[in-house]
Nanobody
Framework: QVQLVESGGGLVQPGGSLRLACVGSGTQFSDYVMGWFRQAPGEQRALVAT???????NYADSLKGRVTISRDNAKNAVYLQMNRLQPEDTAVYYCNARNFDKRWYEYWGQGTQVTVSS
């Protein structure tokens, strides 16, 4: 069974930082594009950042400079460092992995809540 499990969410004050982690199991994710999406209440799920198997990083324009994605293929893991958090960053953050090998494979984690509030 393929799974992605996120951790690291929580309550943080405006201006603070969080580091999210996502660890995969059930398959080797080194060939996958891995990334993070977020969904705020009443909004659609939106891209935060992705990283290809070759290390190419892609960020949502509104988050460039405040978030950094990284991955450790040996650990089947992807991370998201978020700095200078603001209340509008409050959302459920989801880990995603996708790959095309004769067909698309795509997996989602269960999500981790990030709340930015004083």
């Amino acid at each position: 069974q393929v799974q992605l499990v996120e951790s690291g969410g929580g309550l943080v004050q405006p201006g603070g930082s969080l580091r999210l982690a996502c660890v995969g199991s059930g398959t080797q994710f080194s060939d996958y594009v891995m990334g993070w999406f977020r969904q705020a209440p009443g909004e659609q799920r939106a891209l935060v950042a992705t990283m290809s198997r070759g290390g190419y990083e892609n960020y949502a324009d509104s988050l460039k400079g405040r978030v950094t994605i990284s991955r450790d293929n040996a650990k089947n893991a992807v991370y998201l460092q978020m700095n200078r958090l603001q209340p509008e960053d409050t959302a459920v953050y989801y880990c995603n992995a996708r790959n095309f090998d004769k067909r698309w494979y795509e997996y989602w984690g269960q999500g981790t809540q990030v709340t930015v509030s004083s």
